[in-house]
Protein backbone atom coordinates (compact mmCIF):
# COMPACT_ATOMS: atom_id res chain seq x y z
CA UNK A 1 0.00 0.00 0.00
CA UNK A 2 2.93 2.75 1.02
CA UNK A 3 4.51 1.64 -2.67
CA UNK A 4 1.10 2.37 -4.13
CA UNK A 5 0.85 5.71 -3.00
CA UNK A 6 4.87 6.75 -3.79
CA UNK A 7 3.58 5.36 -7.16
CA UNK A 8 -0.23 7.76 -7.24
CA UNK A 9 2.00 10.82 -6.01
CA UNK A 10 4.85 10.47 -8.58
CA UNK A 11 2.25 10.08 -11.48
CA UNK A 12 0.47 13.57 -9.94
CA UNK A 13 3.58 15.23 -10.04
CA UNK A 14 4.32 14.34 -13.72
CA UNK A 15 0.83 15.05 -15.02
CA UNK A 16 1.31 19.03 -13.38
CA UNK A 17 4.23 19.68 -15.58
CA UNK A 18 1.90 20.68 -18.29
CA UNK A 19 1.11 19.81 -21.98
CA UNK A 20 3.53 19.90 -24.63
CA UNK A 21 2.33 21.50 -28.49
CA UNK A 22 4.39 21.42 -31.56
CA UNK A 23 3.77 23.96 -34.31
CA UNK A 24 5.15 23.80 -37.84
CA UNK A 25 4.09 22.56 -41.42
CA UNK A 26 4.28 18.33 -40.63
CA UNK A 27 2.59 18.97 -36.67
CA UNK A 28 -0.66 19.58 -35.20
CA UNK A 29 -0.39 22.92 -34.93
CA UNK A 30 0.13 24.91 -37.76
CA UNK A 31 0.63 28.37 -36.58
CA UNK A 32 2.03 29.74 -33.39
CA UNK A 33 -1.17 31.50 -32.42
CA UNK A 34 -3.46 28.61 -32.62
CA UNK A 35 -1.07 26.66 -30.14
CA UNK A 36 -1.06 29.29 -27.62
CA UNK A 37 -4.53 29.61 -27.82
CA UNK A 38 -5.39 25.93 -26.15
CA UNK A 39 -1.99 26.25 -24.38
CA UNK A 40 -2.24 26.75 -20.18
CA UNK A 41 0.10 27.95 -17.76
CA UNK A 42 2.89 25.31 -17.31
CA UNK A 43 2.52 24.12 -20.94
CA UNK A 44 5.12 24.27 -23.35
CA UNK A 45 4.99 25.21 -26.76
CA UNK A 46 7.96 23.90 -29.21
CA UNK A 47 7.98 25.97 -32.43
CA UNK A 48 9.94 23.85 -35.26
CA UNK A 49 11.68 25.35 -38.33
CA UNK A 50 10.14 27.51 -40.57
CA UNK A 51 9.21 30.97 -41.32
CA UNK A 52 5.75 32.34 -39.16
CA UNK A 53 4.18 35.61 -40.56
CA UNK A 54 1.28 36.03 -38.15
CA UNK A 55 1.56 39.64 -37.06
CA UNK A 56 1.74 40.29 -33.02
CA UNK A 57 1.80 37.03 -31.14
CA UNK A 58 0.86 37.79 -27.56
CA UNK A 59 1.77 35.50 -24.71
CA UNK A 60 -0.69 36.30 -21.83
CA UNK A 61 -0.15 32.59 -19.92
CA UNK A 62 2.63 31.01 -18.00
CA UNK A 63 4.54 29.12 -20.90
CA UNK A 64 7.56 28.39 -22.10
CA UNK A 65 7.80 28.57 -26.18
CA UNK A 66 11.10 26.53 -27.24
CA UNK A 67 12.36 26.93 -30.93
CA UNK A 68 13.62 24.03 -32.53
CA UNK A 69 16.31 24.67 -35.80
CA UNK A 70 16.04 28.30 -34.96
CA UNK A 71 12.40 28.90 -36.54
CA UNK A 72 11.99 32.58 -37.57
CA UNK A 73 9.27 35.39 -36.38
CA UNK A 74 9.06 37.73 -38.59
CA UNK A 75 7.22 41.13 -38.15
CA UNK A 76 6.68 41.82 -41.52
CA UNK A 77 8.22 45.75 -40.70
CA UNK A 78 4.44 46.26 -39.37
CA UNK A 79 3.85 44.52 -36.14
CA UNK A 80 5.71 43.75 -32.61
CA UNK A 81 6.36 40.59 -32.86
CA UNK A 82 6.78 38.87 -29.88
CA UNK A 83 4.71 40.60 -26.73
CA UNK A 84 5.12 38.73 -23.25
CA UNK A 85 1.87 39.64 -20.93
CA UNK A 86 2.38 37.23 -17.96
CA UNK A 87 4.97 36.60 -15.69
CA UNK A 88 6.99 33.13 -15.45
CA UNK A 89 7.48 32.91 -18.97
CA UNK A 90 10.85 31.75 -20.91
CA UNK A 91 11.41 32.21 -24.77
CA UNK A 92 14.37 30.39 -26.08
CA UNK A 93 15.60 29.34 -29.41
CA UNK A 94 14.38 31.69 -31.48
CA UNK A 95 14.64 34.32 -34.64
CA UNK A 96 12.75 37.13 -34.05
CA UNK A 97 13.17 39.46 -37.03
CA UNK A 98 11.52 42.96 -38.74
CA UNK A 99 9.25 44.39 -36.37
CA UNK A 100 7.65 47.47 -37.21
CA UNK A 101 9.37 51.00 -36.24
CA UNK A 102 7.43 53.84 -34.72
CA UNK A 103 8.36 56.19 -32.21
CA UNK A 104 5.23 56.59 -29.84
CA UNK A 105 4.50 52.85 -29.15
CA UNK A 106 8.38 51.60 -29.51
CA UNK A 107 7.50 47.89 -30.71
CA UNK A 108 10.00 45.82 -30.24
CA UNK A 109 11.15 42.43 -31.36
CA UNK A 110 10.22 41.07 -27.88
CA UNK A 111 8.61 43.29 -25.37
CA UNK A 112 7.84 42.67 -21.45
CA UNK A 113 4.52 44.30 -20.12
CA UNK A 114 4.66 44.39 -16.35
CA UNK A 115 5.72 40.78 -15.89
CA UNK A 116 8.34 39.38 -13.51
CA UNK A 117 10.86 36.09 -13.93
CA UNK A 118 10.53 36.29 -17.53
CA UNK A 119 13.53 33.86 -19.62
CA UNK A 120 14.57 35.63 -22.27
CA UNK A 121 17.79 33.14 -23.64
CA UNK A 122 19.87 32.07 -26.92
CA UNK A 123 17.23 34.06 -29.19
CA UNK A 124 18.39 35.91 -32.80
CA UNK A 125 17.01 39.85 -32.84
CA UNK A 126 17.31 40.52 -36.15
CA UNK A 127 16.78 44.47 -37.55
CA UNK A 128 13.67 45.11 -35.04
CA UNK A 129 13.34 48.93 -33.98
CA UNK A 130 13.91 47.45 -30.36
CA UNK A 131 15.81 44.43 -29.99
CA UNK A 132 14.23 43.35 -26.40
CA UNK A 133 12.16 45.97 -24.31
CA UNK A 134 11.54 45.23 -20.74
CA UNK A 135 8.91 47.89 -19.09
CA UNK A 136 7.74 47.87 -15.15
CA UNK A 137 9.07 44.05 -15.01
CA UNK A 138 10.98 42.26 -12.12
CA UNK A 139 13.47 39.34 -12.04
CA UNK A 140 13.83 38.92 -15.16
CA UNK A 141 16.69 37.45 -17.26
CA UNK A 142 18.06 37.87 -20.53
CA UNK A 143 21.08 35.65 -22.00
CA UNK A 144 23.12 34.18 -24.64
CA UNK A 145 21.08 36.75 -27.10
CA UNK A 146 22.26 38.07 -30.64
CA UNK A 147 20.77 41.57 -31.50
CA UNK A 148 21.80 43.17 -34.82
CA UNK A 149 20.52 46.32 -35.96
CA UNK A 150 21.22 48.41 -39.06
CA UNK A 151 20.44 51.97 -37.75
CA UNK A 152 22.12 54.72 -39.37
CA UNK A 153 20.58 57.67 -37.32
CA UNK A 154 19.52 57.94 -33.75
CA UNK A 155 15.90 58.73 -34.81
CA UNK A 156 15.22 55.71 -36.55
CA UNK A 157 16.69 53.14 -34.60
CA UNK A 158 15.58 51.83 -30.90
CA UNK A 159 17.65 50.31 -28.69
CA UNK A 160 19.71 46.85 -28.24
CA UNK A 161 18.25 46.04 -24.60
CA UNK A 162 15.84 48.73 -23.44
CA UNK A 163 15.36 48.58 -19.80
CA UNK A 164 12.30 51.00 -18.08
CA UNK A 165 11.36 51.34 -14.57
CA UNK A 166 12.10 47.72 -13.64
CA UNK A 167 14.18 46.52 -10.87
CA UNK A 168 16.37 42.68 -10.35
CA UNK A 169 17.03 42.47 -13.89
CA UNK A 170 19.99 40.17 -14.75
CA UNK A 171 21.78 41.13 -18.78
CA UNK A 172 24.23 38.41 -19.05
CA UNK A 173 26.70 37.47 -22.45
CA UNK A 174 24.37 38.94 -25.48
CA UNK A 175 26.15 39.91 -28.15
CA UNK A 176 24.73 43.34 -29.26
CA UNK A 177 25.61 45.77 -32.35
CA UNK A 178 23.95 48.45 -34.80
CA UNK A 179 21.06 50.13 -32.54
CA UNK A 180 20.93 53.23 -30.90
CA UNK A 181 22.36 52.66 -27.37
CA UNK A 182 23.34 48.89 -26.61
CA UNK A 183 21.96 48.73 -22.98
CA UNK A 184 19.19 51.22 -21.84
CA UNK A 185 18.48 51.10 -18.15
CA UNK A 186 16.30 53.98 -17.09
CA UNK A 187 14.63 53.51 -13.06
CA UNK A 188 16.36 50.28 -13.27
CA UNK A 189 17.53 49.19 -10.09
CA UNK A 190 19.62 46.21 -8.12
CA UNK A 191 20.10 45.10 -11.63
CA UNK A 192 23.76 43.41 -12.77
CA UNK A 193 24.67 43.67 -16.32
CA UNK A 194 27.51 40.58 -16.99
CA UNK A 195 29.53 39.55 -19.85
CA UNK A 196 27.80 41.43 -23.19
CA UNK A 197 29.90 42.54 -26.11
CA UNK A 198 28.42 45.77 -27.27
CA UNK A 199 29.81 47.31 -30.40
CA UNK A 200 29.60 49.78 -32.93
CA UNK A 201 26.48 51.25 -31.85
CA UNK A 202 25.09 54.50 -32.75
CA UNK A 203 24.80 56.80 -29.36
CA UNK A 204 26.44 54.63 -26.15
CA UNK A 205 26.99 51.21 -25.51
CA UNK A 206 25.73 51.18 -22.18
CA UNK A 207 23.19 54.13 -21.05
CA UNK A 208 22.30 54.84 -17.48
CA UNK A 209 19.81 56.81 -16.05
CA UNK A 210 18.40 57.47 -12.65
CA UNK A 211 18.92 53.94 -11.61
CA UNK A 212 20.68 53.11 -8.54
CA UNK A 213 22.15 50.22 -6.97
CA UNK A 214 23.67 48.31 -10.15
CA UNK A 215 26.64 46.38 -11.59
CA UNK A 216 28.39 45.89 -14.73
CA UNK A 217 30.99 43.31 -14.51
CA UNK A 218 33.28 42.09 -17.69
CA UNK A 219 31.56 43.63 -20.46
CA UNK A 220 32.98 44.71 -23.76
CA UNK A 221 32.51 48.36 -25.09
CA UNK A 222 34.00 48.65 -28.37
CA UNK A 223 33.73 51.18 -31.19
CA UNK A 224 30.19 53.09 -29.93
CA UNK A 225 29.47 56.23 -31.01
CA UNK A 226 29.85 58.05 -27.36
CA UNK A 227 30.98 54.79 -25.45
CA UNK A 228 29.44 54.57 -21.97
CA UNK A 229 27.20 57.25 -19.93
CA UNK A 230 26.32 56.61 -16.53
CA UNK A 231 23.82 59.75 -15.48
CA UNK A 232 21.76 60.80 -12.24
CA UNK A 233 22.59 57.81 -10.58
CA UNK A 234 24.29 56.59 -7.51
CA UNK A 235 26.20 52.95 -5.65
CA UNK A 236 26.64 51.74 -9.31
CA UNK A 237 29.42 49.13 -9.64
CA UNK A 238 31.63 49.01 -12.39
CA UNK A 239 34.17 46.37 -12.41
CA UNK A 240 36.54 44.30 -15.05
CA UNK A 241 35.19 45.86 -18.18
CA UNK A 242 36.64 46.97 -21.23
CA UNK A 243 36.75 50.43 -22.84
CA UNK A 244 37.75 50.33 -26.41
CA UNK A 245 37.89 52.75 -30.01
CA UNK A 246 35.35 55.00 -28.78
CA UNK A 247 36.44 57.90 -30.85
CA UNK A 248 34.56 61.24 -31.56
CA UNK A 249 34.61 65.09 -30.98
CA UNK A 250 31.63 63.80 -27.93
CA UNK A 251 33.13 60.08 -27.25
CA UNK A 252 34.17 58.65 -24.21
CA UNK A 253 35.25 55.51 -23.06
CA UNK A 254 32.85 56.35 -19.75
CA UNK A 255 30.92 59.66 -19.05
CA UNK A 256 30.08 60.39 -15.45
CA UNK A 257 27.46 63.09 -15.29
CA UNK A 258 25.85 63.65 -11.33
CA UNK A 259 26.49 60.56 -9.93
CA UNK A 260 27.86 59.59 -6.19
CA UNK A 261 29.23 56.64 -4.11
CA UNK A 262 30.28 54.49 -7.16
CA UNK A 263 33.08 52.34 -7.25
CA UNK A 264 35.04 51.49 -10.87
CA UNK A 265 37.74 49.16 -10.31
CA UNK A 266 40.00 46.48 -12.85
CA UNK A 267 38.93 48.11 -16.32
CA UNK A 268 40.52 48.52 -19.32
CA UNK A 269 40.14 52.35 -21.32
CA UNK A 270 41.96 52.23 -24.71
CA UNK A 271 42.19 54.36 -27.58
CA UNK A 272 39.43 56.29 -26.65
CA UNK A 273 39.23 60.04 -27.12
CA UNK A 274 39.21 60.77 -23.45
CA UNK A 275 38.86 57.68 -21.07
CA UNK A 276 36.64 59.02 -18.47
CA UNK A 277 34.75 62.59 -18.16
CA UNK A 278 33.45 63.00 -14.87
CA UNK A 279 31.07 65.58 -14.58
CA UNK A 280 29.23 66.81 -11.00
CA UNK A 281 30.32 63.74 -9.79
CA UNK A 282 31.31 62.77 -6.26
CA UNK A 283 32.53 60.06 -3.80
CA UNK A 284 33.73 57.90 -6.81
CA UNK A 285 36.43 54.97 -5.81
CA UNK A 286 38.58 55.22 -9.31
CA UNK A 287 41.21 52.35 -8.31
CA UNK A 288 43.25 49.40 -10.10
CA UNK A 289 42.40 50.59 -13.64
CA UNK A 290 44.34 50.72 -17.13
CA UNK A 291 44.54 54.16 -19.06
CA UNK A 292 46.49 53.36 -21.97
CA UNK A 293 46.55 55.37 -25.48
CA UNK A 294 43.94 57.41 -25.13
CA UNK A 295 43.49 61.36 -26.13
CA UNK A 296 42.91 62.01 -22.31
CA UNK A 297 43.06 59.90 -19.75
CA UNK A 298 40.85 61.57 -17.74
CA UNK A 299 38.68 64.60 -17.41
CA UNK A 300 37.83 65.87 -14.24
CA UNK A 301 35.55 69.42 -13.94
CA UNK A 302 36.34 71.55 -11.02
CA UNK A 303 32.60 70.50 -9.86
CA UNK A 304 33.54 66.88 -8.85
CA UNK A 305 34.06 66.22 -5.29
CA UNK A 306 35.54 63.71 -2.71
CA UNK A 307 36.81 61.50 -5.67
CA UNK A 308 39.82 59.03 -4.87
CA UNK A 309 41.81 58.01 -7.89
CA UNK A 310 44.32 55.60 -7.15
CA UNK A 311 46.54 52.30 -7.87
CA UNK A 312 46.13 53.03 -11.74
CA UNK A 313 47.96 52.46 -14.61
CA UNK A 314 48.45 55.78 -16.63
CA UNK A 315 50.44 54.70 -19.82
CA UNK A 316 51.26 56.29 -23.29
CA UNK A 317 48.17 59.12 -22.72
CA UNK A 318 47.91 62.76 -24.68
CA UNK A 319 47.33 64.26 -21.59
CA UNK A 320 46.77 62.01 -18.58
CA UNK A 321 44.73 64.43 -16.57
CA UNK A 322 42.94 67.73 -17.58
CA UNK A 323 40.06 69.86 -15.61
CA UNK A 324 38.80 73.20 -16.28
CA UNK A 325 38.83 75.24 -12.63
CA UNK A 326 41.38 75.91 -10.36
CA UNK A 327 40.74 74.20 -7.27
CA UNK A 328 41.19 70.01 -6.69
CA UNK A 329 39.07 68.48 -4.25
CA UNK A 330 39.53 65.06 -5.10
CA UNK A 331 42.46 62.92 -4.13
CA UNK A 332 45.00 61.13 -6.21
CA UNK A 333 47.53 58.76 -4.70
CA UNK A 334 49.49 55.59 -5.65
CA UNK A 335 49.27 55.96 -9.20
CA UNK A 336 51.79 54.83 -12.19
CA UNK A 337 52.53 57.85 -14.60
CA UNK A 338 54.40 56.70 -17.29
CA UNK A 339 55.75 60.35 -17.38
CA UNK A 340 56.73 60.52 -14.53
CA UNK A 341 60.76 60.78 -14.07
CA UNK A 342 61.41 61.15 -10.26
CA UNK A 343 63.57 58.87 -8.72
CA UNK A 344 63.27 56.35 -5.68
CA UNK A 345 66.29 56.56 -3.06
CA UNK A 346 64.87 54.63 -0.83
CA UNK A 347 63.86 51.75 -3.06
CA UNK A 348 60.26 51.80 -1.02
CA UNK A 349 58.83 51.90 -5.09
CA UNK A 350 57.11 54.86 -4.61
CA UNK A 351 58.64 58.05 -6.28
CA UNK A 352 60.80 60.80 -3.60
CA UNK A 353 59.29 63.74 -5.36
CA UNK A 354 55.46 64.28 -5.87
CA UNK A 355 54.15 63.92 -9.34
CA UNK A 356 52.21 66.86 -11.25
CA UNK A 357 49.71 64.85 -13.92
CA UNK A 358 48.37 68.16 -14.51
CA UNK A 359 49.96 69.66 -17.43
CA UNK A 360 49.93 73.64 -18.53
CA UNK A 361 49.28 73.31 -22.09
CA UNK A 362 45.94 70.65 -20.89
CA UNK A 363 45.00 73.40 -19.01
CA UNK A 364 45.27 75.62 -21.99
CA UNK A 365 43.95 73.41 -24.28
CA UNK A 366 41.29 72.87 -22.17
CA UNK A 367 40.05 76.21 -22.76
CA UNK A 368 41.39 76.75 -26.43
CA UNK A 369 41.30 73.74 -28.60
CA UNK A 370 42.93 74.80 -31.50
CA UNK A 371 46.27 75.55 -29.41
CA UNK A 372 46.15 71.39 -30.01
CA UNK A 373 48.26 72.50 -33.06
CA UNK A 374 51.17 72.97 -31.23
CA UNK A 375 50.69 69.91 -29.69
CA UNK A 376 54.74 68.27 -29.55
CA UNK A 377 56.39 71.41 -30.33
CA UNK A 378 59.62 72.16 -28.26
CA UNK A 379 57.73 75.45 -26.83
CA UNK A 380 55.08 73.56 -25.49
CA UNK A 381 57.63 70.74 -24.26
CA UNK A 382 59.71 73.58 -22.72
CA UNK A 383 56.28 74.92 -20.63
CA UNK A 384 55.38 71.93 -18.95
CA UNK A 385 58.77 71.42 -17.50
CA UNK A 386 58.75 74.62 -16.20
CA UNK A 387 55.27 74.68 -14.58
CA UNK A 388 56.40 71.42 -12.94
CA UNK A 389 59.15 73.42 -11.48
CA UNK A 390 57.69 76.12 -10.29
CA UNK A 391 53.65 75.77 -10.64
CA UNK A 392 52.06 79.12 -11.69
CA UNK A 393 48.71 78.23 -13.22
CA UNK A 394 47.77 74.74 -12.67
CA UNK A 395 46.30 73.60 -9.15
CA UNK A 396 48.79 73.99 -6.18
CA UNK A 397 46.88 70.92 -5.09
CA UNK A 398 46.91 68.69 -7.97
CA UNK A 399 49.01 66.41 -7.04
CA UNK A 400 50.05 63.01 -6.37
CA UNK A 401 52.04 63.12 -3.30
CA UNK A 402 53.42 58.87 -3.95
CA UNK A 403 53.70 58.24 -7.40
CA UNK A 404 54.66 54.53 -8.33
CA UNK A 405 57.85 53.84 -10.15
CA UNK A 406 56.68 50.59 -12.17
CA UNK A 407 53.04 50.19 -12.98
CA UNK A 408 50.95 47.88 -11.59
CA UNK A 409 49.88 44.21 -12.93
CA UNK A 410 46.30 44.82 -13.89
Not at 233 to 262: H, Q, R, V
Not at 340 to 352: A, F, P, Q, R, T
Not at 368 to 394: H, W, Y
Request: proline share 2%; with cysteine.
Amino acid sequence: MKWFFIVLLLFKGLSASGKVFHVGAQHPYKTIKSALAVSNGGDTVYIHKGLYKEGNIIVQKAITIIGIDRPILDGDKKYEVLSIKSSYVTIKGLRVQHSGYASLDDPGGIKVYEATKVTIIDNELFDNFFGIYIQFSTNCLIKNNKIIAFGKEEQTIGNGVHCWKSDSLQIIGNNINGCRDGVYFEFVNNSVIWRNIVTDNIRYGLHFMNSNNDSYFTNIFSRNGAGVAVMFSKKITMMNNTFNENWGDAAYGLLFKEISDCHLSGNHFNKNTAAIFMDGSNRTIVENNVFSNNGWGLKIQANCMDNIIQKNNFIKNTFDVSTNGTLLLNIFSQNYWDKYSGYDLNKDKIGDVPYRPLSLYSVIVESNPTAMILFRSFFVSLLDQSEKKIPSLTPENFIDNKPLMSALRL
